[in-house]
């Protein structure tokens, strides 16, 4: 009910743990803290409607995004076939990991975030107006947005969530090629367990 009460419970926990079952207890980790402060093996607990959940922790959100950051570096000069390769064992492994997720909301906007990136990847690799306009039309765009998108002047992230790469790489061109959603991946992990 109160940090000194908590600060107690602490002193018994630890004289227990290093007394009774010789564990070593680590400091770094260890306090008295409200559980929505703390995080757990990557997880971190919310409360939502009187219910307690469970999501990943900034940091693991942090950390896979970084891993992916890292995966897309070394796909600049492949194709997306291949980077999406390398890309779904990772993200297949942390959708495993984190299948106790009840936040839907992050796992939408970290896939919004990969398409995204991925979208950046391709804008990068069409390198100039003309082989843009080229593959925007080969995607279905008409040839006068294409030619206006590729000459538009603004660098690839920008372009990434314009309306001409979304219509001309949208979410189904992604699950198409078989890239693993993360939402559901572990809706799916959910109903089968």
């Not at 061109?173 to 799916?188: C, D, I």
Request: charged share 25%; proline share 4%; aromatic share 8%.
């Amino acid at each position: 009910g109160s940090e000194g009460a908590g600060q107690r419970a602490m002193v018994n926990i630890r004289a227990f743990l290093a007394g009774h079952l010789k564990l070593r207890i680590n400091e770094q980790k260890s306090a008295v803290a409200r559980p929505w402060k703390r995080k757990f093996l990557g997880y971190a607990i919310t409360i939502y409607r009187q219910e307690t959940r469970v999501r990943p922790a900034p940091e693991s959100l942090r950390r896979l995004m970084d891993r992916v950051r890292e995966l897309l570096r070394k796909g600049r000069g492949r194709s997306l076939s291949h980077t999406i390769e390398m890309l779904n064992p990772v993200l297949r492994g942390w959708a495993n990991y984190f299948r106790l997720t009840a936040n839907m909301r992050t796992l939408d906007e970290l896939d919004w975030w990969l398409r995204r990136k991925l979208r950046c990847l391709l804008w990068r690799q069409w390198k100039t107006p003309k082989t843009r306009e080229r593959r925007l039309i080969l995607l279905g765009l008409r040839p006068e947005r294409a030619w206006k998108s590729s000459v538009n002047g603004r660098g690839p992230w920008w372009n990434s969530a314009s309306k001409h790469m979304n219509q001309a790489v949208p979410t189904l061109y992604f699950a198409k090629m078989g890239l693993v959603s993360l939402r559901s991946t572990v809706q799916g992990l959910q109903r089968i367990s």
